[in-house]
């Protein structure tokens, strides 16, 4: 392993990626276990709001469930108020000053901290989120890793940033160029990857020397509570961020409108991706900036097999892509564009790998799928299953799971034609729409079908197949002969085109300019 060091930096090896547990050996299922037992005997417990160090408890509460069970309370969280919301923006806009000051080698520090306390803590943080989440075990263990892959990786990119390349000099100058914090940004993350995605933006903006108020969603405000915790023991001043639970209508727009706030950092639905764009494009009185806002949202990601395509790989790429996390990823395949030389056999193989699926608890280790997250999505995908019997051909499952939990049965409906509203919107659960195309011209062609452009992935083992996928398949992360979920950061820096955001990059060498303003100096020598 090659290292970095200077006289001021720690000792730093290169960075690597979290392995992920597949849970294979005895002593891993039990250790697991053991995690799930403590983790279960939390349950129910109460959650302040955290607003710059100050625990504040309010008459209104949020409960999270366990979507396997949904009579289990996983956690009571206090919600905050618009005037909470307004104090935590002031708070960490006092604070800002000093955060920006502290340097950079310490903030780092407490970053690498941070890292290593989830790594000390990773079984118990897999359990909250088997739990709080509805994750298999595996999918669980990807989000906490992807969690301590981000805060590594942004620890050392801040390293990088913090010494900019030299620039021209001007005969008789010193020229040079610094970046530098914005000051306090409002961080909205999704339920769907609830530790990596929260721990991701918020790492990115504290590092960077700007100060924070989180607001989680409100099915997994538990996670957040429990990163907090890790933010204050990895030594965060509890002044550089806040963690306000509640709703986004009602806090989210008043944090978003705030004339103090510099930036925010949303990862969610387009609609409130749009919603908060807009409202942060209107200056609000004293306000003396143009906010910015880094948006990652939503996706209908196509897979294009290809009639010279390894047909197997291809349906497990597809099996993968669209049902790990029962289809609840941006990056799921949700549209399999299919060539017609190949469009019956790829069927008959994907109904067969279906049918080998299992849906159940995602506490029990033998499931492939758990539960959607609420009862709420359970509602809403289940209706664009009834959508989708009518717009074609239901080829597996089509109904909900067995059980209490808001579980649906992997569904594929084939046959569907590019106008459906199964093959332009995205439903966010296990539906696969499958598309017949004449040849790899109008296969590309319907997968750029889209107002969307997140991931896509390509199978085919013709080259110049692939290299017209790499010209002409328009989105932000493609995938060649594998599936198109699973972005590891630093190898797959992450986002989209179009709808599905602004290509910020999350795990990418770039993405910390979004949370950074260049400074250019240039100093006559006298
Ligand atoms: P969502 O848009 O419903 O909610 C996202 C966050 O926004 C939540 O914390 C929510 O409370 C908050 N929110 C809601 N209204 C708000 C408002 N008016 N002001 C401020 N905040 C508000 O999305 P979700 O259901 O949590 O997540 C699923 C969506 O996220 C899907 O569309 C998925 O594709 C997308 N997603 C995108 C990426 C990506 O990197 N592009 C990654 C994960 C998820």
Known sequence: MSSTTTEREPLLAAFSNEPVSAFSTAAEKHAMEKALEAVRAQFGRDYDLLIAGRREKSADKLKSLNPSQPDQVVGIHSKGTAEQANEAVEAAFDYFPEWSATPVETRVGMLLRAAALIRERKLEFDAWLVYEAGKTWPEADGDVSEAIDFCEYYARQMLRM????????????????????????????????????????????????????????????????????????????????????????????????????????????????????????????????????????????????????????????????????????????????????????????????????????????????????????????????????????????????????????????????????????EIFGPVLAVTKARDFDHAIELANDSEYGLTGAVFSKNPDKIRKAREQFFVGNLYINRKCTGAMVGAHPFGGFNMSGTDSKAGGPDYLLQFLQAKSIAERVV
């Open 162 to 425: 913090s010494k900019p390349d030299p620039l021209v000099q001007m005969p008789g100058e010193r020229d040079e160029m610094v970046y530098l914090p914005l000051g306090v940004g409002v961080i909205i993350p999704p339920w769907n990857f609830p530790l990596a995605i929260m721990a991701g933006m918020t790492s990115a903006a504290l590092v960077a020397g700007n100060t924070v108020v989180i607001k989680p969603s409100s099915d997994t405000p538990t996670i957040a509570a429990k990163f907090a915790e890790v933010l204050l023991q990895a030594g965060f001043p509890a002044t550089s961020f806040s963690l306000l639970a509640g709703s986004g209508s009602v806090i989210g727009d008043v944090l978003v409108q705030h004339p103090k706030t510099r930036f925010i950092a949303f990862t969610g639905s387009r609609d409130v991706g749009l919603h908060i764009n807009e409202l942060a494009a209107k200056p609000q009185k004293g306000q003396v900036w143009i906010k910015r806002v880094v948006a990652e949202m939503g996706g209908k990601d196509a897979i294009v097999v290809d009639r010279e395509a390894d047909l197997d790989s291809a349906v497990k790429g597809v099996l993968w892509s669209a049902f790990g996390y029962q289809g609840q990823k941006c990056s799921a395949c949700s549209r399999a564009i299919v060539d017609q030389a190949i469009y019956d056999e790829f069927l008959e193989k994907l109904k067969a790998g279906v049918s080998e699926l299992t849906v159940g608890p995602s506490e029990q280790p033998g499931n492939y799928m758990g539960p959607v997250i609420n009862a709420g999505a359970k509602r809403s995908i289940l209706e664009y299953v009834e959508v989708g019997k009518k717009e074609g051909r239901l080829i597996a499952g089509g109904s909900a799971g067995a059980g209490d939990g808001y579980f649906i049965q992997p569904t594929v409906i084939a046959d569907i034609d590019s106008k459906a509203r199964i093959f332009q919107e």
